[in-house]
């Protein structure tokens, strides 16, 4: 069982947006940045969100992140059927002293 | 442009040892802490642990396999070791650069390792 709390699944069709949420606790959500991470099936994870809000260059602006005390929700608007993978979110937890990870979101565009 | 480069045996048998390599070619060794990430088929990402140029290290304190991470400077290289897998270390293994302690922003493009009798 993951750290982070995310929803197995969600879906929207295309052209829709969608919220995936991460759910944590004070000591790793509450207290330090998160990160949002894409990984289509063979390959490696993309890097989507860091500091909770920012985007790497590179990753379109139709990808956003938002945190809130213990919780964390990547946004994709306008999605797109190659929006399709899973996704995770992670963070650093100070009382286990290590990086965690959500057990991921499958994201299907309908 | 950094990028990672990972290689190692890709099919053990329960009770050996998994050994793995990831090359860093391009931008700083000495800069980063290197992690390892598994993911188990059908599961979520898990951080394995880290480690400097200098072999300062740091592991998952819930992972039950005897892990070592090792670093070769001179090599810009970083290996990881777990001993006595079990079909529970079955995964696909990432190198990672971390991003200014927040994620991971370079990942190697992963080994796939099977344990089976």
């Known amino acids: 069982q993951s750290v982070l709390t995310q929803p197995p699944s969600v879906s929207a069709a295309p052209g829709q947006k969608v919220a995936i949420s991460c759910s944590g606790s004070s000591s790793n959500i509450g207290s330090n940045y998160v990160s949002w991470y894409q990984v289509v099936p063979g390959t490696a994870p993309k890097f989507l969100i860091y500091d909770n809000t920012e985007r790497p260059s590179g990753i379109p602006d139709r990808f956003s992140g938002s945190k809130s005390g213990t919780s964390a929700t990547l946004g994709i608007t306008g999605l797109q059927t190659g929006d399709e993978a899973n996704y995770y979110c992670a963070t650093w937890d100070s009382r286990l002293s290590a990086w965690v990870f959500g057990g991921g979101t499958k994201l299907t565009v309908l | 442009q950094v990028q990672l480069q990972q290689w190692g045996t890709g099919l053990l048998k329960p009770s050996e040892t998994l050994s793995l390599t990831c090359a860093v070619y391009?931008?700083?060794?000495?800069?980063?802490?290197w992690s390892w990430v598994r993911q188990p088929p059908g599961k979520g990402l898990e951080w394995i642990g880290e480690?400097?140029?200098?072999?300062?290290?740091n592991y998952n304190p819930s992972l039950k396999s005897p892990v070592t991470i090792s670093v070769d400077t001179s090599k810009k290289q970083v290996s990881l070791r777990i001993q006595s897998v079990a079909a529970a270390d079955t995964a696909v293994y990432y190198c990672?650069?971390?991003?200014?302690?927040?994620?991971?922003?370079?990942w190697g493009q992963g080994t796939k390792v099977t344990v089976s009798s």
């Open positions: 480690i400097s140029h200098s072999g300062r290290t």
């Open positions: 990672a650069r971390p991003f200014r302690n927040n994620g991971f922003d370079v």
């Open positions: 391009g931008g700083s060794f000495n800069d980063y802490y």
